[in-house]
């Protein structure tokens, strides 16, 4: 098992910054893709953005040119800094990770989530 836990939600002003943060911990394990999504109250689940083991990128449309996503693979842990926000960001954030199991079965984890609140 793949376990997530993600830190660094909370409320914030429009225009303002947040860091979010997910480490991946538990069975020996290679990491391919790691993502985050977010959901807000009556909408679907939507993916912000996703990195590669390789480091490519790739970001929803909205957050493009405000968001970065980074990873550290040493530490299995993957970033999303989140500038200039806007009173839409507001969601439930998810960091989601994608791999295999050393010797054992491929795997697709989540974490808990983590509130963003962007007040206008």
């Known amino acids: 098992q793949v376990q997530l836990v993600e830190s660094g939600g909370g409320l914030v002003q429009a225009g303002g910054y947040l860091i979010l943060s997910c480490a991946a911990s538990g069975s020996v394990f290679i990491i391919n893709n790691m993502a985050w999504y977010r959901q807000a109250p009556g909408k679907q689940r939507e993916l912000v953005a996703l990195?590669?083991?390789?480091?490519?990128?790739n970001y929803a449309d909205s957050v493009k040119g405000r968001f970065t996503i980074s990873r550290d693979n040493a530490k299995n842990t993957v970033f999303l800094q989140m500038n200039s926000l806007k009173p839409e960001d507001t969601a439930v954030y998810y960091c989601?990770?994608?791999?295999?199991?050393?010797?054992?079965?491929?795997?697709?984890?989540w974490g808990q989530g983590t509130q963003v609140t962007v007040s206008s």
């Open positions: 989601n990770a994608r791999g295999k199991i050393v010797l054992g079965p491929v795997f697709d984890s």
């Open positions: 990195i590669t083991n390789g480091g490519i990128t």
